[in-house]
């Protein structure tokens, strides 16, 4: 079986905390991403979006220049290991309702990002159009936040 590791993109950016929301925003920007890890004393502690920015931290009147992507990020957000396979994570990701996942080694650094985009190019196609349709099908994701987010030992 084909591994996330096998798919997953090693070219990402991450940020410390400490970044304003502005320079992630270029960062995102200037790398054409829509999605950044967030690290600290090497370790990841939450994700930041381009909607997070759009809709947490303009719409609550969070300032650019000053506040930071602490203020507006998703603490302990879901990842899957580098030795999961794909098809697990394929089905996890349609279960949680995300399009990219952190991807960790077993002692949990951050080695990578896998993407809907990368599952697509390796799964089947049946079960990539399942992933997507389930994604995009936004009535189970109030429910799973409410739940707490699901269970993290399912994505991981």
């Not at 929301?21 to 960062?27: F, N, P």
């Not at 930041?48 to 931290?57: P, Q, S």
């Not at 077993?106 to 809907?116: A, I, Q």
């Amino acid at each position: 079986m084909t591994q996330i590791r096998d798919v997953m993109s090693r070219d990402f950016k991450w940020v410390p905390p400490e970044t304003t929301l502005r320079d992630a925003a270029r960062i995102m920007r200037d790398n054409d991403v829509g999605f950044l890890p967030i690290g600290e004393n090497d370790r990841m502690v939450g994700i930041i979006t381009d909607r997070d920015i759009t809709v947490r931290a303009v719409a609550e009147g969070f300032h650019p220049q000053s506040d930071t992507v602490r203020s507006v990020m998703t603490p302990g957000p879901f990842y899957c290991y580098e030795d999961q396979n794909v098809a697990e994570i394929c089905d996890n990701m349609s279960f949680i309702k995300v399009r990219r996942l952190p991807v960790v080694s077993r002692d949990k650094r951050l080695v990578g990002v896998v993407s809907l985009g990368d599952l697509a190019q390796i799964c089947q196609k049946a079960q990539t159009g399942d992933a997507l349709r389930q994604i995009t099908n936004h009535g189970q994701a109030s429910q799973i936040k409410a739940e707490g987010k699901a269970d993290q030992a399912k994505a991981a």
